[in-house]
């Protein structure tokens, strides 16, 4: 232990960043992680940072939060996204990868570095080394209790959405458009329903029988990743309102709106795969095939991966970290990624990109500054570190940034935008000259 300067756990989203980030200053950090030796139970590769949930970390529209966020993230010179847009796949104005080909990379340009050693081992306790624990939401036992025995712990569920086989999707009921034209009509591929086929497959997508249904009973189903039968539940148009919106879809042959929309959107570089766009489940296997088969262009799909519900883990963060993702009680530990109480996958590699230029200025004797609030990476690290007595996960979004005064929600998003921008040169200026 003595030959590194720092202990990273968990080497998916945020924990890579942190390990890679710190690699590139020149510390020397050993990176443990389970894989390949033990998974969880949503995870089935050997190679570190998996997506278990959709391929796409959202927009890559500035405007967009999510855009914005990603923005900020390369101006600091984020190691994990710069490989995401390396494995970058179709999806219009989205970032989307190529799962396995992002995994992979990520894997070796970890292996490669000389100043990161791995280790592949089940971390079972916390000891009083410094230490960065990104084990993320789906944490295994034992290190989950000996976590919850220093922050305590709170818990949500999570869904996957299905994967088809591109062949087997019926290309006569399907047509490739981009939502109002665009970006490239070729990245997502539309199933459209008609009003009759629409309310077929809603009666008996209510119906159909999931699996371990009394714990959704429980109320503690995230919303951005909320099962498409738990929605439905919410009203006979509630899908034709969210993930089967069809407005800005026109047929390009006949010119017409359908009743209602599935997207597919390309799973992996060869277009061999697709993933049903916002259809995340928690169907019993045999009613997942049957309900999503009374979708025309869906009657024949070959499901590479259904769709599943796993259990996401956090800590109650306004209690247990700062806003530079240190723990109050125990100066040595930080907590970064999904564990920490962000939301979603760039939102994990934003913490752990904060916790390594916090751990940097640290490690060099220098006190650690705070992200700017009007950033949506400060702003994230704020909210985690907020007082707040109902805590929920948190994903970007406008409303983590102070208001400005413009009337017009474009151009407030583009001031804000703008503002964000100067922030951070400021911030890297002050980092960098002090």
Not at 16 to 33: P, Q
Not at 126 to 152: M, Q, R, S, W
Not at 167 to 177: G, K, L, P, W
């Amino acid at each position: 232990m003595n030959n590194f300067e720092i202990t990273v756990i968990g080497a998916g989203l945020a924990g890579s960043e942190v390990a890679l980030s710190l690699a590139k200053a020149g510390i020397r950090v050993k990176l443990v992680d389970c894989k390949p030796t033990r998974k969880s139970p949503a995870h089935v590769s050997d190679d570190f940072c998996e997506l278990v949930c959709s391929n796409s970390l959202k927009s890559n529209d500035p405007l967009t939060a999510h855009g914005l966020l990603k923005s900020e993230l390369r101006a600091l010179d984020s190691q994990v996204l710069a490989i995401a847009d390396i494995c970058a796949v179709p999806a219009g104005s989205a970032l989307a990868v190529d799962r396995k080909v992002f995994a992979k990379k990520v894997t070796d340009t970890i292996l490669s570095n000389k100043n990161i050693t791995v280790v592949n081992e089940t971390v079972k306790s916390l000891g009083d080394n410094l230490t960065v624990i990104a084990t993320g939401p789906l944490t295994l036992a034992p290190l989950d209790n000996a976590i919850a025995e220093k922050f305590g712990n709170l818990h949500f569920y999570d869904a996957e959405a299905p994967i088809i086989s591109a062949e087997s999707i019926d290309m006569e009921n399907a047509y490739f458009s981009a939502r109002y034209g665009k970006g490239n009509p070729e990245d997502y591929l539309n199933c459209p329903l008609t009003k009759e086929e629409y309310e077929t497959f809603y009666n008996a997508l209510i119906s159909a029988e999931r699996a371990d249904k009394h714990e959704f009973e429980k109320g503690e189903i995230f919303e951005g990743c909320m099962p498409v039968e738990i929605m439905a539940l919410r009203g006979k148009d509630a899908l034709r309102f969210g993930p089967m919106k069809p407005v800005g879809l026109m047929h390009p042959i006949t010119g017409k709106r359908a009743y209602a929309v599935l997207q597919l959107r390309k799973e992996n570089a060869q277009g061999d795969m697709y993933n049903l766009v916002g259809f995340q489940t928690n169907l019993k296997i045999g009613e997942q095939k049957r309900v999503f088969g009374l979708i025309p262009a869906l009657k024949n799909a070959e499901f590479l991966r259904y769709g599943v519900m796993h259990r996401n883990t956090f800590i109650n963060a306004p209690s247990a970290i700062s806003e530079f993702f240190r723990a109050k009680k125990f100066p040595n530990l930080f907590i970064a990624g999904q564990l920490s109480g962000v939301e979603g996958y760039v939102e994990s590699i934003a913490s752990g990109k904060a916790v390594a230029l916090h751990l940097i200025r640290i490690l060099q004797n220098k006190t650690p500054i705070a992200l700017p609030s009007d950033s949506l990476i400060g702003a994230l690290s704020n909210y985690v570190a907020s007082e707040n007595a109902n805590f929920q996960p948190m994903n970007a979004n406008y409303g983590l940034l102070a208001p400005i005064n413009e009337r017009d929600k474009t151009e407030r998003k583009r001031k804000m935008s703008a503002r964000s921008k100067k922030s951070i040169e400021n911030y890297l200026e002050i980092y960098n000259g002090t």
